[in-house]
């Protein structure tokens, strides 16, 4: 598992490498239990009090009221495939003569953490270079 006590901050931000893979949660009020799959993907509960949106895209939820919901949505880390890609990604957009300035900076700032975080997996402080995080959400109570 990542630990987040062993992470560099000065060169990445572990929660920037978290992934949402699965967007649900629990309408208390029904007991439904909905999940938006994909990005528009706008579901709603059987009463009307609680909806989801953007899969595992984005997350938007809205309800009626917060105590009635239970966040039953799972993230994980980023794995080294995936930033591995970005970093291919992030590479080619800064050598982009069409890139504005501010965008060269913002990418190869996130070229830096990325590279820094890809050391972090290769230096082998993960179970099998990623790590998950069932139920982790920060407005769980």
Do not use: W
Not at 26 to 43: A, N, P, T, W
Not at 110 to 117: P, R, T, W
Not at 122 to 133: H, I, P
């Amino acid at each position: 598992m990542l630990d987040p006590n062993e992470a560099p901050e000065m060169y990445f931000d572990l929660k920037d490498y978290e992934v949402c893979s699965s967007n649900k949660a629990q309408c208390l009020e029904c007991g439904s239990i909905i999940e938006s799959k994909y990005v528009h993907d706008f579901v709603t509960c059987s009463c009307g009090k609680l909806s989801l949106d953007g899969g595992t895209d984005y997350q938007r939820v809205s309800f009626t009221d917060y105590s009635k919901i239970k966040f039953l949505s799972e993230v994980r880390y980023m794995s080294l495939q995936e930033v591995t890609e970005r970093i291919l990604r992030n590479e080619a957009r800064i050598k982009s003569p069409y890139i504005s300035d501010f965008s060269k900076t913002y990418y190869s700032e996130q070229l830096a953490s990325d590279l820094a975080y890809r050391e972090y997996l290769l230096a082998g402080k993960t179970e099998d270079n990623a790590a998950s995080k069932a139920g982790t959400d920060e407005h769980e109570t």
